[in-house]
């Protein structure tokens, strides 16, 4: 097969939507491509020419080359961004390839993030570095192996180029994989301008590509709403169930299908604090860990506002309709939190004291500065104690006040019929061992940035698509990060 021959298997849906959603762009070449990193399950899962991808991924994860059926453009969206809005942002350094069918028969984006200006850069360079893209890298599949609907990585490739932030860094692009790259802020881009007819086609194509069952709903852009809440309010709980910050919850990287989707200046908890803040630019907590869900909700009404005129010709009627949906979002997302929490701490039932039970331990962790994940591990080793005693050594010892939490739990858990070794294995497969770690995370990048050796990365990257598998006490990848290594902050890359 000759280089022009090679084809992906790309199909463009999203081209079908009229022209103004997009703008057709090619990636910019670059002087050096070198592959950082190749996804190769998830290469074959997407039904890819693997031997190919081996042999010339540096050149078609860059954007030097194009496989023969790619049709390159940028979408077009708007955004809320730390509460104001922007009538246009757009992929200002992303250029969508095409769209693959994978071996489960669902349609994927694969997407370049970093390949060049596009006409949405607003004066931007449209690059990225090494360093953000190998953080998008590591975070996102850690996400996938938790077992969290997010993006993920097919690739990473450095440019032998350089960038220029705050200083001059490596660059470098991600081959980004999703279900659709569809936002709040697509829906916000066509309602700023009163495009009805636009907003008309693009519920259709994401009812089409997204929510089927809902085709033939009374009203199709109330029962969308309802959708979006629904996934959001899932979502969101369960990165606060790992402990997930993501950082930059703006409209316009809250994604339609219900992915985790923009991995900027996103983290997890060491310590638990619900006023934990990673991102250097969020500097009044917008998107503190504790705010997440209620944010999700403030997108979701966002998202409300583009459909309101569709929903009813009344307004009046509309924002009432609309209003019950966001009622029960909120429900939602509080009927997730809790169950997840439920899981975590080994109840399989549901009785009205559970919320005041988790609360109580939340209270205690947060008094002690106790690490979020190590503790709820460290439960499941005290349900499969004699006597239901903390072992020696377990972090939960550190636990000022937990001798009087832990009588209230265990006979909590004496109402259940459930074998402690059953339940201290159920708590083990959603209370993770290892985490994306910052000072893990850290260290591989700045690694990779300095000397361009990824010894650490592919190394944490292993470890990490394996998160709730036992680890020896101390090993480095389960142990918090060493005293004095100071407040942690993220940056944008952008």
């Not at 009927?335 to 609360?359: Q, T």
Request: with cysteine; glycine share 8%; aromatic share 8%.
């Amino acid at each position: 097969m000759s280089d022009t021959e090679v084809r992906f298997g790309f199909e463009h849906s999203y081209q079908r939507l009229p022209e103004r959603f997009y703008a057709r762009v090619n990636p910019t070449a670059v002087k050096s491509p070198k592959l950082l990193a190749l996804n190769r399950t998830l290469a074959l899962e997407l039904g890819l020419p693997l031997p190919e991808l081996e042999r010339d991924g540096a050149a078609f994860f860059s954007g030097n080359r194009l496989a023969a059926d790619a049709s390159p453009v940028a979408l077009a969206y708007a955004g809320h961004q730390f509460g104001q809005f922007v009538p246009q942002l757009g992929d200002g350094r992303a250029i969508l390839l095409g769209e693959v069918i994978d071996r489960n028969g669902q349609r994927r984006d694969i997407q370049l993030k970093g390949s060049g200006p596009t006409p949405f850069s607003r004066r931007g360079d449209g690059r990225a570095a090494v360093g953000p893209v190998l953080r998008e890298y590591l975070v996102s599949e850690a996400m996938a192996a938790l077992g969290i609907p997010t993006t993920r990585a097919l690739a990473a490739v450095s440019t032998g180029e350089l960038v220029y932030r705050e200083q001059v860094l490596p660059g470098a692009i991600v081959t980004r994989v999703a279900a659709s790259h569809i936002r709040v802020g697509t829906f916000e881009y066509f309602a700023a301008r009163q495009d009805w007819d636009g907003i008309r086609a693009l519920v259709d194509y994401v009812i089409e590509r997204h929510y089927p069952e809902i085709a033939q709903a009374e009203c199709r852009y109330l029962a969308l709403l309802d959708k979006v809440a629904e996934k959001q309010a899932a979502l969101v709980a369960r990165w606060m169930h790992v402990g997930f910050v993501h950082g930059v919850m703006n409209t316009d990287n809250t994604s339609i299908s219900g992915e985790t989707i923009d991995y900027g200046p996103c983290a997890f908890m060491d310590v638990y604090d619900p006023e934990t803040v990673f991102s250097s630019i969020d500097r009044s907590g917008r998107y503190a860990f504790g705010n997440q869900a209620v944010i999700a909700q403030w997108n979701v009404v966002r998202l409300a506002e583009t459909l309101l005129p569709l929903i009813d010709s009344d307004l009046t009627r509309a924002v009432e309709q609309a209003q019950v949906v966001i009622n029960r979002m909120v429900e939602r997302s509080d009927f997730h939190w809790i169950n997840g929490m439920r899981r975590k701490i080994g109840l399989v039932s549901e009785e009205s004291g559970d919320l005041a039970l988790v609360e109580s331990l939340l209270d205690l962790m947060h008094a002690a500065s106790a690490d979020y994940t190590l503790t709820f591990r460290a439960l499941s080793d005290v349900v499969e104690s004699p006597g239901f005693e903390v072992p020696e050594g377990s972090v939960l010892r550190d636990l000022a006040g937990l001798e009087r939490w832990l009588p209230n739990w265990r006979e909590r858990l004496e109402r259940e019929v459930l074998p402690n070794k059953d339940r201290a294995e159920a708590m083990r497969r959603v209370n993770p061992a290892v985490i994306p770690r910052n000072h893990l995370v850290e260290s591989a990048l700045n690694e990779a940035m300095q000397t361009g050796e990824l010894t650490q990365f592919e190394r944490l990257l292993d470890v990490l698509s394996r998160p709730y598998e036992s680890r020896p006490s101390g090993d480095p990848f389960v142990s918090p990060p060493p005293l004095g290594t100071g407040r942690y902050r993220t940056f944008c890359g952008t």
